[in-house]
């Protein structure tokens, strides 16, 4: 999961791209990087870090042109510290292409084989991004070899992408000279939407709060297997690319990732974790006492509608209890297990006023690992609860996710191959409510008619792309451990990590 961005205009975009990766912040924290086209030439600069972090004003003047695009990174293949693997990626041949990608690509490591053995490219980091960029680059030399390089070919070029390359992806890339380009994976997985200003300035974006929040209008998302062509005078071009596409966007996106004031495939944010916290009201009425509760009370901040409605559902009032420190990151997309421990008591802390001598219910997004579900419930106790209920948006997650969320091993999962009992106990709740899968589905596909179904392999383990094997699981859990945690990184890196710069 990353945001990305991008924008072709007739005036300098730099400030512009910068914007909108501010409001797509909370989708990646790791890193961050921008780069513009003026002419045939590429500007770039990338660093790890958040945006502010990143970009100081002679960055930004070093990034002249009226086209660019930009990313935040939250790393799910390759080195979470590397600042190679940092985006924007680039390749010279042909054109000059520079690429952004928010996903996970499932044949990585066999697609890097065959880029060598039958391509002649060579791929120099741990990036699934880089074989992307470099399969792309292979296609459009063959689409276009000896001809002018038209729309068609590039859709022909995609269309041949999609066929190569396995698992999500919403892509942007700029092809110098010619325009920019986005796609989508046939599958509809990760999320892509494009709109435009009064004065014809497009975008494409991850999320419509990037849109909104910069001053355009939103269009549409794009289609599953989609793909967006804007040429250098502005006109838009697009083509479905795909042979079988089908909508199926990831359900963690709804419950967790996305900001609430996004609109995704036609469905608010918002809405879905409203009618999220109806269903969740339900599942606590079949399972314990209503009048058990004193209060109801967020773990912030992506529960907040749900933890709302469920409140209204059951008669309770709703109160904040915790306050969020705005300037440590998500914990659930920290890389390291012993900063996101630690973390913790940073992020949050506990109004005891709402606390005392009360039976609270706690109701959070989501529970993945179960350590910081401990920790808060601790907190509770501490702050004078007498019961501290926990309730989840969201099913247990059981499953190892491969489509760009940072779940790819089972024995980090708290709820794999545990009962909720065993779970309760790990975490030291009194109760433990859990969404029911169906009802979620069921509640969030009602909001877009027409809906294939959701991506949701970590808690129902049924993967889309039907490709995901048991040796996949093998790589990613030795990329997973290959990883190095706070204490093995340089001390300039674990400053960063402890004043909230980095996840």
């Keep these: 999961m990353c945001g990305i961005v991008g924008v072709i205009s007739k005036a300098p975009v730099n400030q512009l791209i910068y914007d909108a990766l501010l409001l797509l912040q909370h989708r990646g924290q790791d890193a961050a990087g921008i780069v513009t086209m003026q002419g045939h030439k590429c500007f770039m600069h990338k660093a790890r870090g958040m945006v502010r972090d990143v ?19 939250y790393p799910t ?22 690429l952004v990608h928010n996903g996970n690509l499932t044949n990585a490591h066999a697609l890097k084989d065959e880029l060598f053995e039958v391509d002649r490219r060579h791929i120099n980091t741990e990036s699934d991004t880089e074989v992307l960029i470099n399969v792309l680059a292979h296609e459009l030399e063959m689409a276009g070899r000896d001809l002018p390089l038209t729309p068609a070919q590039i859709f022909k070029a995609v269309g041949t992408v999609h066929k190569r390359i396995k698992g999500s992806y919403g892509v942007i890339a700029l092809i110098a000279g010619h325009g920019l380009l986005a796609f989508r994976d046939p599958y509809g997985i990760r999320p892509l939407c494009f709109g435009q200003s009064a004065d ?11 849109l909104e929040g ?28 795909a042979e079988n596409p089908t909508l199926n966007p990831c359900m963690f996106e709804f419950v967790y990732l996305a900001r609430p004031d996004s609109v995704m495939d036609g469905i608010s944010v918002y809405q879905a974790r409203l009618n999220m916290g109806e269903t969740l009201a339900q599942r606590l009425i079949s399972t314990m006492p209503p009048s058990e509760i004193d209060v109801v009370i967020p773990i912030p901040e992506s529960s907040r509608p749900s933890a709302m409605q469920l409140a209204h559902r059951i008669g309770k009032p709703y109160r904040e209890g915790f306050v969020k420190n705005r300037y440590v990151g998500r914990t659930f997309i920290m890389p390291g297990q012993s900063t996101r421990k630690k973390s913790v008591r ?43 209920y926990l ?39 009194d109760a433990l409510i859990y969404q029911d899968v169906d009802a ?11 809906l294939n179904g959701f991506e949701a392999s970590c808690f129902d383990g049924q993967y889309i792309t039907g490709d995901v094997s048991a040796e996949d699981f093998a790589t990613l859990q030795a990329q997973r451990k290959s990883q190095p945690e706070e204490e093995d990184l340089p001390a300039r890196s674990r400053l960063a990590l402890q004043s909230g710069g980095d996840q």
Excluded: W
Aim: net charge positive; hydrophobic share 40%.
């Design 77 to 98: 293949a390759g080195n979470a510290y590397s600042e190679e693997e940092a985006q924007p990626f680039y390749v010279n041949a042909p054109y000059g292409i520079v």
């Design 391 to 429: 309730a989840s948006a969201a099913p247990p997650v059981r499953f190892p996710n491969v489509y760009g969320i940072d779940m790819p091993t089972k024995e980090e999962l708290i709820a794999h191959g545990r009962s909720i009992e065993e779970i309760r106990q790990f975490i030291g709740a």
């Design 346 to 388: 940073q992020k949050l802390n506990a109004i005891g006023l709402e606390f005392k001598g009360r039976n609270v219910l706690l109701v959070d997004d989501s529970i993945v690992r179960g350590t910081t579900s401990k920790e808060i419930v601790q907190m509770a106790r501490e702050a004078g609860a007498k019961k501290v």
């Design 55 to 73: 970009f100081r004003t002679r960055n930004m003047r070093a990034l002249p042109g009226n086209v660019g695009l930009g990313q935040v990174r």
């Design 214 to 241: 910069t001053g355009h209008t939103l269009t549409r998302d794009l289609a599953p297997g989609e793909a967006l062509f804007i040429d250098t005078s502005g006109k838009i071009h697009t083509q479905q690319c």
């Design 200 to 210: 014809g300035e497009v975008m494409v974006a991850s999320e419509s709060v990037a």
């Design 440 to 450: 979620m589905k069921r509640v969030v596909a009602q909001l877009r008619p027409g």
